[in-house]
């Protein structure tokens, strides 16, 4: 019997990145969970930890296989949170402007046995040299709010990007090949 897969996040780009390689979540539970980094926490180890915390914060049945995530966006050390305004994502913008970074996404998935395993895949992404008007023009659109480093590479920021190296899912929300092997592994049917 095929378990019941539950997604730890009420992000809809995480169930689209699912629906890309035919899964479908039985359902959906948002976790609850402080994340503030730790002081001198690195963006990766910060990344892996958030996914398993999230993992680990959702009630979960027998047979349930849990799945999370996290997407952290890092200008070396530095962790950007997500924008909560067009001015944050207007600052990200200038920080990140004509510079690479790295975006690690973490994916904690937690078996029906209760083994966690957590993996995450690190992309590097640079951003041409913006203009004042262009990091303007895409603040004011609101796409980057929500985000984490304030833009959505699905979105209108793909104009802006010239430089990717990595997975580009893993960007979006979702590493999707490490998220096939973790789940095919925790017994999930994935055609």
């Known amino acids: ?18 629906a890309q390689i035919g899964v479908v979540p039985d359902d959906i539970r948002s976790p609850d969970i402080d994340e503030n ?14 996914a398993a915390e999230k ?32 001015a ?4 990200f913008l200038r920080l990140l402007s004509g510079r690479r970074h790295r975006v690690h996404s973490a994916i904690s998935v937690i078996d029906a046995q209760g083994r966690q395993r957590v993996r995450c ?10 203009s004042d008007e262009e ?16 833009y959505a590479i699905q979105g209108r920021a793909a104009g802006l ?8 899912s893993g960007v979006v929300g979702l590493p999707l090949f490490e998220t096939r ?3 095919k592994a925790a017994g999930i049917a994935i055609g």
């Open 161 to 168: 990007i010239d430089f990717l190296s990595g997975t580009h």
């Open 135 to 150: 990091i303007a023009g895409y603040a004011a659109s609101g796409e980057g709010i929500g985000k984490a480093g304030g």
């Open 1 to 18: 019997m095929t378990p019941r897969l539950i997604l730890a996040s009420s992000s809809p780009r995480r169930r689209d990145l699912l």
């Open 88 to 91: 944050d994502v207007a600052r």
């Open 37 to 50: 980094p730790r002081k001198s926490e690195l963006p990766r180890p910060y990344a892996e930890r958030m």
């Open 121 to 130: 895949a690190s992309s590097q992404v640079r951003f041409k040299s913006l």
């Open 55 to 86: 993992a680990l914060a959702v009630s979960r049945a027998e047979g349930e296989v849990v799945l999370a995530g996290d997407t952290t966006v890092a200008v070396g050390r530095r962790i950007l949170p997500q924008a909560e305004s067009e």
């Open 181 to 183: 092997a973790l789940l």
